[in-house]
């Protein structure tokens, strides 16, 4: 049983490196074993590196995701410049005041895009970051063509530069590690990629190559987020929206459906933020899932969840979803040890399947109907359709 409980606990993580981790190592054996690739194959991880880099824009800007459209636009700019300061310089573009700061500005940006870990793109702080961007590599260019150069160096080493990759690298590692995600494991060796790239830049076939793994990496989380999320929550990890308007047509012959509703969802938002709201779902959500046996929850809104209740009339479902309610509103809740816990309830409703019922639409719609007629007057009150 303990074997069992482990499993189900780092089996998931482990799934969400391996992906990336295969890649990662693939690619850099080859690499180090070929001692670089030819040309016409450095060519093609070239154009490959702007074919993800176009793909990844058009998909990020049509989901306006914010995070990982900063990183590509971060690596992109990095990748074209190096490329720039090799065509115009050749060999000695390494010694350039530009390259220097290049190697600074793209891990402390890249670290600050993770940080930043926006989920709208278009926005006004987008906006902001944007400008503050430009403003960076405008700064840089100037500093180029006054000879001034704001590197530390150590034995021909970018001191600050390596800090900076160390950091960005350590710190992504420490977040993936933490929170298992495909996500942050995608950051992770999409950073130490473009360490790489920056690394073995005198290297055509290294700097296309590594470069190319980065956007790669990100690819893959997009691939895998878009698919996931289309059928779970990426907050809760359960079922989504999706899912039950895609699920809800197989429904048995009789059933019930449980609405479980967040008291007061908006203003939780508005007192402890975004991100202590999404715990919060969270923590309900562990507390749904203990108390249910054989039911099937979806998050049908920010602050609703369905129950799909197979064996139960509307009578036993009612019973058991006022048992919910009053086991919340025993509850304390709390996102950390050292804060002070906060005390939460929900509201519920509940509707059977009849014979007229063409579906579960109007099921569902009953269910709801009690709930607004409630939610008028009270809170953390169970009613039925």
């Known amino acids: 049983m303990r074997l069992q409980q482990t499993l189900e606990k780092y089996l998931p993580t482990i799934s969400?490196?391996?992906?990336?981790?295969?890649?990662?190592?693939?690619?850099?054996?080859?690499?180090?074993?070929?001692?670089g690739f030819s040309f016409a194959d450095s060519k093609i991880f070239h154009w490959s590196f702007y074919a993800l880099v176009f793909t990844n824009l058009v998909i990020l800007l049509n989901f306006n995701l914010g995070c990982t459209l900063f990183s590509t636009i971060i690596i992109s700019i990095g990748y074209i410049s190096i490329n720039y300061l090799k065509n115009r310089y050749g060999n000695n573009y390494f010694e350039t005041i530009w390259y220097e700061m290049l190697c600074?500005?793209?891990?402390?940006?890249?670290l600050a895009s993770y940080l930043y870990y926006s989920k709208k793109f278009l926005s006004r702080k987008s906006l902001w970051i944007l400008i503050i961007i430009l403003i960076?590599?405008?700064?840089?260019?100037?500093?180029?063509?006054?000879?001034?150069?704001?590197?530390?160096?150590?034995?021909?080493?970018?001191?600050?530069?390596?800090?900076g990759f160390v950091v960005l690298i350590l710190w992504t590692l420490t977040n993936s590690i933490k929170t298992g995600k495909m996500l942050d494991y995608s950051f992770l060796y999409s950073s130490i990629s473009v360490g790489l790239g920056i690394y073995y830049s005198s290297n055509f076939s290294g700097l296309s190559l590594f470069f190319f793994m980065s956007q790669l990496f990100l690819s893959i989380y997009l691939v895998y987020s878009l698919s996931y999320n289309h059928f779970y929550d990426e907050t809760t990890g359960i079922y989504s929206r999706n899912s039950y308007l895609i699920q809800s047509?197989?429904?048995?012959?009789?059933?019930?459906?449980?609405?479980?509703?967040?008291?007061?969802?908006?203003?939780?938002?508005?007192?402890?933020?975004?991100?202590?709201?999404?715990?919060?779902?969270?923590?309900i959500v562990e507390v749904l899932q203990t108390l249910i046996t054989d039911q099937v929850i979806f998050r049908y809104a920010p602050d609703q969840f369905i129950i799909l209740y197979k064996t139960m009339d509307k009578k036993e479902a009612f019973t058991h979803l006022d048992e919910i309610r009053r086991s919340i509103a025993r509850m304390s809740f709390s996102w950390s040890k050292n804060q002070k816990s906060i005390k939460l309830t929900v509201s519920c409703s509940v509707a059977d399947k009849k014979r007229s019922d063409a579906g579960a639409v109007e099921v569902l719609m009953r269910a709801d109907k009690a709930m607004r007629k409630t939610l008028k007057f009270s809170h953390n009150v169970t009613s039925q359709g």
């Open 16 to 35: 969400n490196m391996l992906v990336p981790a295969s890649i990662f190592a693939f690619g850099l054996f080859s690499f180090l074993i070929n001692d």
């Open 104 to 110: 600074i500005l793209i891990p402390l940006n890249l």
């Open 136 to 163: 960076e590599y405008s700064i840089v260019e100037q500093l180029g063509y006054n000879n001034i150069n704001l590197k530390l160096a150590i034995n021909n080493i970018n001191v600050i530069a390596l800090i």
């Open 249 to 283: 047509k197989n429904f048995p012959l009789k059933y019930s459906l449980g609405i479980v509703s967040i008291d007061n969802y908006d203003k939780l938002g508005i007192s402890f933020g975004t991100k202590k709201q999404r715990i919060i779902t969270s923590l």
